[in-house]
């Protein structure tokens, strides 16, 4: 089931330039698409809300088949919309990075169903590779169609129309290896869609802030900045 508790974190307005009123983050926890990690909720969100970002934790259903979880996050985003949100970024990781892509990429007919930008951390990226196999039997089953595995595959969905992505992993992820990134990055520079990729050399999988985890605790700085631009008004 889905945790449906407003989890909003309160705006502190220190994102210089960045007019945040008016665009919501929605965190995404990874877990195999069998748990939400807590280091990858709440940690996260309020990490965002000291930028002076509006964020809130979404807890998707478990251990339920595509496309429920990702028909539960568009309701979410449906919901901040009617709220007053123009702008909506998602931050996902692992299973919850791959949630946060099928958001922004699988096609809707509903704008306000629309992603302006995404973040993804360690995110899986393909159900066609056999890496971390578990997520994938949960969301697609075990007689998971070459089609349908396809389908699910973020970099399957690219358009020239995608919005911007940010990614990060690291070169030591045994569980999600960064192959996912660079599938998804490829897609995105094949389709001419912005996007910035950091691939650190060292570190586990679901390091969540990463703090103390060396040069890959430095994805923060740089995602803060990248957020900053996505939400910069177009002069």
Do not use: C, K
């Not at 399957?156 to 045994?174: G, K, N, Y």
């Amino acid at each position: 089931m889905s945790d449906q508790r407003d989890t909003t974190q309160a705006t502190r307005g220190r994102a210089s330039g960045v007019r945040s009123s008016a665009a919501h983050l929605i965190v995404l926890p990874g877990g195999g698409y069998a748990a939400h990690a807590a280091h990858e909720a709440e940690p996260i969100a309020s990490w965002l809300s000291g930028l002076g970002l509006s964020t809130s934790v979404f807890r998707y259903p478990l251990n339920v088949r595509h496309p429920a979880p990702l028909l539960a996050l568009r309701a979410e985003i449906r919901r901040r919309r009617e709220q007053g949100a123009d702008r909506i970024g998602v931050v996902g990781f692992s299973a919850g990075g791959h949630l946060a892509g099928l958001a922004a990429l699988a096609p809707t007919d509903d704008p306000r169903e629309s992603v302006q930008f995404a973040v993804l951390g360690y995110a899986i990226t393909s159900m066609e590779t056999e890496t971390y196999r578990p997520s994938r039997m949960i969301l697609l089953g075990e007689d998971a169609s070459p089609e349908l595995r396809r389908a699910a595959s973020l970099d399957a969905l690219v358009t020239t129309a995608s919005p911007p992505f940010f990614l990060w992993h690291t070169a030591e992820d045994i569980y999600v290896p960064p192959e996912h990134t660079y599938r998804l990055a490829a897609a995105l520079a094949a389709h001419d869609v912005p996007h910035t990729a950091h691939v650190y050399a060292h570190g586990p999988h679901s390091l969540g802030l990463a703090e103390g985890a060396g040069d890959a605790a430095t994805w923060t700085r740089f995602a803060a900045s990248w957020i900053a631009e996505q939400l910069r008004p177009a002069s």
